[in-house]
């Protein structure tokens, strides 16, 4: 749509016939190309409403054109095209057809509903709402439409099955957009939202592409490094694929089970996401190759599992049955890690045909004729362990109760990635998790008012630390106190977002007169900073101009992150403007200032702050405070080696923190990074240019060993946060140069 992706242009007359100049035009889906591909699978289909809706969505988008010249309106012939592959029902292809029109021409909702009626005009208007879903710099509005998107979709998910048909075909297209940053930011949103929720509802197939189109664009260097690390191994492990092939089949045949057997290779995308997760080089991967094994009954996949293990030796605690345990998208497999032809190691997936049909397309798997009706069958979906509204019932949660905008943005995609891990209540209740949860996770999976009053567990019998990560087959008997409270040091004892969610939820509401604090110090810093003394201002006008109703609302927004200092300080002093706005930009951060940068519940007014030299946490890691005597707080990283020492000492007291605004949003950190390196021309400038690319900034640099072989670099960068680190670490690792690259502390 015109105001999606900034893909379509309009003009007031189509170009003349004939123009020299015109691009070629892209076919597209005739009338009744797209009904024969309906009748296919609906032979009931109604085809006067495709006709209607395909004449009325060529009308009203009339002279509109895409960046590619086409006309607009062969971008939502396109969309029901796609949408047709998943063999979806009537009312859906219709909103395909019109999902732009609301928006982009002169249509209402009220005639749609009339000529085609309320659930199209539903599904259109759900649609619609979700048109200015952007990554962009006004980072609220990126929130607040994230959670329109999440409310209109936990209602129907057709509205995201069209949304995300809407988002591949314009991904398909996104070439002919001739704004680069424009197709970068279109691309990383695509590989932080729609590709996530494709594959929380299953469709690995639109997944996938999503992603793979997206990441061409947007890590086009990374990718092409990771295409040629893949051709070095094409060459060099080539030769195992068949083999690894032929002798699955030889076995089977032999054992008499009829099976399929492929091999593929990951896609970039996805190598990339592993080496960003893990800390691992390129050649330390298992599955850049892996394996599908397709049968035709479930009780195959077990015989299969025992021939495969009796072939080559399975590895240790590599074996998942997602067949008993399906994912919360419905996925059933089994997967298993062997030591395969030259001592490599081989993941290999198996599976029947149906499951799959079902890990490819999801939920869209589930149109079918039910009482003499095509479409969505909840029932069968449910019963094959796919539940729409339970895939995105916790993001619905964090939709509702989200609190802070930038906070429900990271909660939201924390619940988008998620591998798992299965537990159990004492009564048999399978919970899935993400890999890493812990049993405060556990109790808001259960349920929310049990997490709410979660302070303590037992496993498998046994009293546990709530930091305790779950492990597959766990048993968990949550203990419970009287009331609702926070649990100290929730941020570290929590993995999912629905978790983090509502422990900060239970926090602020415990916390709300430590925000009032915090707020007044900000705001005074804020003043000073610009020649003012808080004591001697008066805040009530500038509370009033900014919405609040006194002085302590206005500190306790300040406080929670809700509202700027700075703007306390213009609206207070509205010459200010100018100044402010200048310095707004973001600003290397002053360790000596780390009461600027770290906010905890239990700090003590007063009391040093200082950063820890084991570890040099910088804004995005966890962290953890340790007040000594003598000594005051020292802030730590929740990984650093030194804090097993500090467990030690009977003195120390434990202070959970996290990170202000003002650190997360405005200021600069120096991360080091050690990378070891071939010792060849060429070296230091490519990986100076990968750091570049990054946007990271070097500000110094070193040699710190160096054999015949290779050499250790060692760089300090300037980076915004953890995760902007992490990126550059992860394209480091795409050069063939970069044997080992790993984030120094200390």
Not at 6 to 26: L, M, V
Not at 137 to 165: C, G
Not at 175 to 192: D, F, Y
Not at 585 to 593: D, F, I, L, S, V
Request: aromatic fraction near 6%; charged fraction near 30%; charge should be negative.
């Amino acid at each position: 749509m015109p105001g999606d992706d900034g893909i379509a242009q309009s003009t007031p007359s189509p170009a003349p016939a004939g123009a020299g100049d015109a691009p070629p035009r892209t076919r597209y889906l005739r009338q009744f190309e797209l009904v024969e591909r309906m009748r296919a699978y609906d032979p009931s289909l109604d085809e006067n409403l495709i006709n209607r809706a395909y004449v009325y969505a060529t009308a009203k988008h009339g002279s509109q054109k895409r960046h590619s010249g086409d006309p607009y309106f062969a971008h939502p012939i396109e969309v029901a095209g796609i949408l047709t592959e998943y063999k979806l029902d009537a009312a859906t292809i219709v909103a395909g057809l019109l999902h732009d029109t609301i928006e982009d021409t002169e249509a209402t909702r009220d005639e749609i509903s009339v000529m085609f009626g309320e659930q199209v005009a539903d599904l259109v208007e759900g649609v619609t709402k979700l048109s200015q879903l952007e990554v962009q710099s006004e980072e609220n509005k990126q929130a607040q439409n994230l959670q329109k998107f999440i409310l209109a979709m936990s209602r129907d998910v057709r509205v995201l099955i069209v949304k995300l048909a809407d988002r591949l075909h314009n991904m398909r297209t996104l070439h002919h957009v001739p704004n680069p940053a424009k197709q970068r930011r279109i691309a990383l949103e695509t590989l932080e939202i729609y590709g996530p929720l494709a594959r929380r509802i299953g469709m690995e197939k639109m997944a996938r592409e999503l992603e793979s189109l997206a990441f061409h664009i947007a890590f086009p260097d990374a990718e092409a490094a990771i295409h040629g690390r893949l051709e070095q191994l094409r060459q060099e492990k080539g030769a195992n694929v068949s083999i690894i092939i032929q002798t699955i089949m030889d076995v089977f045949e032999f054992a008499g089970i009829d099976a399929r057997v492929f091999g593929r290779e990951k896609q970039p995308y996805s190598i990339w996401r592993k080496l960003q997760r893990k800390s691992v080089e390129f050649s330390d991967l298992a599955d850049v190759y892996a394996f599908r094994v397709i049968v035709n009954h479930p009780d195959d996949c077990y015989r299969a599992l025992g021939l495969i293990h009796q072939t080559w030796r399975c590895v240790p605690d590599q074996v998942e049955d997602f067949i008993s345990n399906p994912k919360p998208n419905g996925y059933r497999s089994i997967h298993t890690t062997v030591i395969g032809p030259g001592n490599v190691r081989v993941e290999i997936q198996i599976r029947t045909e149906e499951m799959d049909q079902l890990a490819e397309v999801g939920v869209a798997a589930h149109w079918r004729y039910k009482n003499e009706s095509y479409g969505f069958d909840e029932e069968q979906a449910a019963a094959v362990g796919l539940d729409a509204r339970e895939a995105t019932r916790s993001l619905l949660e964090l939709a509702e109760h989200g609190g802070d905008l930038d906070e429900f943005v990271e909660h939201a995609k924390l619940e988008m990635y998620q591998d798992h891990v299965f537990a159990f209540t004492p009564k048999g209740t399978l919970i899935a998790l993400p890999h890493g949860a812990t049993p405060l996770d556990f109790a808001y999976a259960v349920h929310s008012e049990l997490g709410d009053r979660c302070i303590g567990a037992k496993i498998n019998g046994v009293e546990r630390p709530l930091r305790t990560a779950l492990r597959n087959g766990d048993v968990l008997e949550i203990l419970t106190a009287d009331r609702a409270a926070p649990v100290p040091g929730w941020e570290a004892l929590t993995k999912t977002g629905r978790a983090k969610s509502a422990q900060r939820r239970l926090e602020r509401a415990a916390r709300r007169e430590e925000f009032s604090k915090l707020g007044r110090e900000l705001v005074a810093h804020a003043l000073h900073r610009y020649g003012h003394d808080l004591a001697e201002t008066s805040l009530n006008e500038a509370a009033e101009r900014l919405g609040k109703h006194d002085e302590e609302e206005l500190f306790t927004c300040v406080g929670e992150g809700s509202l700027k200092a700075s703007a306390v300080a213009v609206a207070a002093f509205p010459g200010l403007e100018a100044q402010v706005r200048k310095d707004e930009k973001r600003r290397p951060m002053e360790k000596e200032k780390a009461k600027l940068y770290v906010r905890g519940g239990d700090l003590t007014a007063g009391v040093a702050l200082h950063f820890a030299e084991d570890c040099t946490p910088i804004p995005g890691d966890r962290i953890i405070g340790v007040q000594q005597p003598g000594k005051g707080v020292i802030v730590h990283t929740i990984d650093c080696e030194a804090l097993g020492e500090l467990e030690k000492d009977p003195d120390a007291t434990w202070i959970d923190l996290d990170w202000t605004q003002t650190a997360m949003h405005r200021t600069l950190a120096v991360g080091r990074i050690v990378a070891t390196v071939e010792n060849k021309r060429g070296v230091l400038a490519s990986l100076c240019q990968i750091i570049a690319e990054n946007e990271g900034d070097i500000l110094n640099l070193r040699l710190a060993k160096r054999t015949i072989d290779f050499f250790d670099m060692v760089f300090d960068i300037e980076v915004a946060d953890a995760k902007h680190l992490t990126n550059i670490v992860a394209a480091m690792r795409t050069s063939k140069a970069v044997k080992d690259v790993e984030r120094v502390r200390g």
